[in-house]
């Protein structure tokens, strides 16, 4: 029982599949962006939706894209190699996107826009999501380094 709950993320499969959560995520993040300086610059019609005078932020889609996924595949368990898991990778990367792009108003409860935390978050959940992806070649190299300044640390402070 134990061993199904061992992730096994080095395996090619679990990449691809991260590599299609990133680019699902960074297409999402760069359009919506890309969106909100056209509508603020004037130049595509202003298409947000207001509801009594409250802008609803493309955040709220993204946690509710990310909520409904994982219901889903949670009740569904769909296999790996199908094509609605595949369906199901795309909008994870979009929900995620669309929800750390506006990471800053979330965290700072405040509806200002161009917030530097958000594209910190995207950074952020970019390199996480890489690391995870590849973990097993960034822990070997953290190994490297942590043997290196061992080496440094003891003939530096070594009594000989």
Not at 77 to 93: D, N, Q
Not at 120 to 138: E, F, G, H, K, P
Request: glycine content about 6%; aromatic content about 18%; some cysteine.
């Amino acid at each position: 029982m134990e061993e199904d709950w061992k992730l096994k993320i080095d395996s090619t499969k679990n990449q691809r599949i991260i590599g299609v959560i990133i680019f699902y995520f960074l297409i999402t993040f760069i359009i919506s962006r890309l969106m909100v300086y056209l509508v603020i610059g004037k130049w595509l019609p202003n298409f947000f939706l207001n509801i009594r005078g409250v802008h609803i932020h493309h955040f709220t889609y993204g946690v509710f894209i990310l909520v409904l996924i994982g219901f889903y595949l949670i009740m569904r368990r769909p296999e790996a190699e199908s094509e609605i898991f595949k369906i199901c990778t795309a909008f994870y990367g979009i929900g995620l996107g669309l929800t750390f792009d506006e990471f800053g108003m979330w965290v700072r409860l405040a509806d200002e826009y161009w917030l530097r935390q958000s594209y910190d978050a995207v950074i952020v959940i970019l390199l996480l999501l890489l690391n995870i992806a590849y973990y097993r070649q960034v822990f070997h190299g953290v190994r490297e380094v942590g043997k290196l300044f061992k080496k440094i640390f003891l003939r530096l402070f070594s009594m000989t």
